[in-house]
């Protein structure tokens, strides 16, 4: 996707977590940012509390397909997790 354009939408910011953004004309892609929550998940007999957030993608199918964009996506999540 070199030379594309992806757009970023916070929308979590607001408290709202996204659904699927549609790109705009000029952009291959719309990354969708959804708000921060505190959820508590078990963890060795213990219960632990972490932060969540939604991440949504769309593209546009004529620019790149589904094994990028899942590669794509896992790379950010690998970067939000382990910075």
Known sequence: MQ???IRLSNIG???IDPS???P??????ILTIGNVIREIFPNNSRMTMHKMMSLSVTV????TNEVYTAKFLSF???LLTNP
């Open 13 to 15: 910011v607001h408290g």
């Open 24 to 29: 705009a004309p000029a952009a291959s892609a």
């Open 60 to 63: 546009d199918r004529t620019v």
């Open 3 to 5: 030379g594309q354009i």
């Open 76 to 78: 950010l999540i690998n």
């Open 20 to 22: 699927f953004a549609i």
